[in-house]
């Protein structure tokens, strides 16, 4: 085992930053107010090969493995976790579904746009009905005519507003159950394809989130997105390298509130001390520190065993699960340190502290991470 990145991770993790420090910085507080989706910045993420990253090269790609785009995700969401939602669901959701289950014709027309930035993905499975029960799915797909016919539609779907190209699963076979769910691909401007409300959200403003809606849409028979009823089963697939995106967006909101915690107590005099001075603080940046550590090395674990070739549903969860509840008490104690100025928004912590909560619920409840966790254990 080497516990040591290589000097091309070390100059990723320095251009990623720059890049935080110098495009997203200084507009965070001025997108959350707005709810502001940073198209532009977007864009220029995907001419730094942000948006490709785990694509290989001849689709247009970085070739970059899962400990590289952690260290992507981390750096982005140190400095805003709304700007790394938006990019984790597009490459861990989006595209990465239409490169693991895609034919070649759909990879070649798909992946390559993607990966430049020059079009933005979004991935729909949950519905109003059908949240940590995937497979309660309401939405349908009939072959009519030669064409698949598709009415319903799905909630909280990143990146809705703004998406070119969306995969969305719907009921093909209602007797099947799971292996009744297939996978569609659908672009922006496809009859009877909508985007519906834009959600009001507690945190995370600057990424859309949405719904969306097929009325009587009419696709190509083509644009079925892997086997006929393997929809939901490729999704599992899919969500066990996304799980480790929304871990790695977890670790980076963590070390973002942490630095923010550990500057300011460096600076606020209380008693005629520096509050770092007094142990009640230094616990718990001792305590925030060690928990960031863990959860940064059950990540990297589960990216280089991805890396591999392995199958990771359990450490990909485990590290979700982990990550995600670290950050909430990690984001918590960094507010607490700041005390009032903490619930001031000219103070990034309570930021943090709003986007956090979303790490404990999307692409898997930690409910629902346990359960996973749990079932992997008992095949043992």
């Known amino acids: 085992m080497n516990f040591e990145f290589t000097a091309e991770q070390v100059q990723l993790r320095k251009t990623v930053r720059d890049f935080a420090m110098a495009e997203i910085a200084p507009h965070v507080l001025d997108w959350d107010e707005n709810q ?36 992507i995700i981390e750096e982005i969401a140190r400095v805003d976790p709304s700007v790394a939602l938006i990019v984790a669901a597009h490459n861990s959701l989006c595209t990465n579904h239409i490169y693991l289950a895609g034919n070649e014709e759909q990879k070649n027309k798909y992946v390559p746009k993607l990966a430049s930035g ?16 995937a497979a309660g799915t309401r939405s349908t797909a009939t072959l009519k005519d030669g064409e698949w016919v598709l009415n319903g539609g799905k909630t909280f779907t990143t990146n809705a507003q703004y998406a070119d190209v969306c995969v969305a699963m719907a009921v093909t076979d209602r007797s099947a159950s799971q292996h009744g769910i297939s996978a569609f691909i659908l672009e922006k401007g496809t009859p009877g394809f909508r985007v519906g409300k834009k959600e009001n959200k507690l945190g995370m403003r600057a990424s859309a989130t949405g719904e969306v809606l097929f009325t009587d849409c009419r696709l190509p028979q083509p644009q079925l997105l892997g086997k006929q009823g393997e929809g939901f089963v490729d999704s599992l697939r899919t969500l066990d ?21 550990l500057k300011y107590s460096k600076q606020r005099k209380q008693f005629g001390r520096f509050i770092s001075e007094f142990q009640a603080i ?60 903490g619930f001031i928004k000219d103070y990034p912590v ?30 043992e």
Not at 118 to 133: H, K, Q, R, V
């Open 36 to 71: 502001t989706f940073p198209l532009e910045t977007i864009k220029k993420a995907g001419e730094l090969g942000i948006l490709g990253a785990i694509f290989p090269e001849e689709l247009g790609g970085a070739g970059l493995g899962y400990i590289e785009y952690s260290i």
């Open 118 to 133: 020059e079009w933005i993905g979004c991935w729909s499975l949950t519905e109003p009905e059908a949240g940590s029960d």
């Open 241 to 261: 390298g996304g799980r480790i995106s929304i871990a790695a967006l977890a670790l980076g909101l963590a070390q973002g509130a942490f630095d923010a915690a």
């Open 282 to 341: 230094q616990h718990k940046l001792a305590d925030m520190a060690t928990s960031i550590e863990a959860a940064r090395w059950l990540i990297y674990a589960a990216g280089a065993r991805k890396d591999a070739g392995h199958r990771v549903t359990r450490e990909s969860a485990m590290a979700k699960l982990f990550a995600s509840e670290m950050a909430v008490k990690a984001a918590d104690d960094a507010l607490q340190i700041h005390g009032g100025y």
């Open 350 to 379: 309570e930021k943090f502290y709003r986007d956090v909560k979303l790490c404990t619920i999307g692409e898997g409840t930690s409910e629902i991470q346990r359960l996973v966790i749990a079932r992997q254990l008992l095949k």
